[in-house]
Nanobody, 126 residues
């Protein structure tokens, strides 16, 4: 069983940066996928970015390309989401998720991910 704990959310202004962290425990990560998803009030949960743990392949939704970077630290079993040039529309609860399907990093879908963190709030003021 994988446990995921997110941290790093907060209240920032437009144009600021934040780095989210997701520490994974409970198993040795291999050819798995980890993703960042977000859910704004009244909206469906959507994918933000994903990464294959072993190969490091990455995926980004169009709205964050060039602004967000997903990365991982194998030694710390941690995945990060560096968010730059934040916009008010980035305001949401951000969730880290884990999939045993290594290919789930590519065009990730919610149902590919069976383990979720508790979420961390990101609020961007205008």
């Amino acid at each position: 069983q994988v446990q995921l704990v997110e941290s790093g959310g907060g209240l920032v202004q437009t144009g600021d940066s934040l780095r989210l962290s997701c520490a994974a425990s409970g198993r040795t990560l291999g050819n798995d996928a980890l993703g960042w998803f977000r859910q704004a009030p009244g909206k469906e949960r959507e994918v933000v970015a994903a990464i294959n743990w072993r190969a490091g392949n990455t995926y980004y939704t169009d709205s964050v390309k060039g602004r967000f970077t997903i990365s991982r630290d194998n030694a710390k079993n941690t995945v990060y989401l560096q968010m730059n040039s934040l916009k008010p529309e980035d305001t949401a609860v951000y969730y880290c998720a884990f999939s045993t399907r290594g290919s789930a990093w590519y065009r990730p879908r919610l149902f590919d991910y069976g383990h979720w963190g508790q979420g961390t709030q990101v609020t961007v003021s205008s």
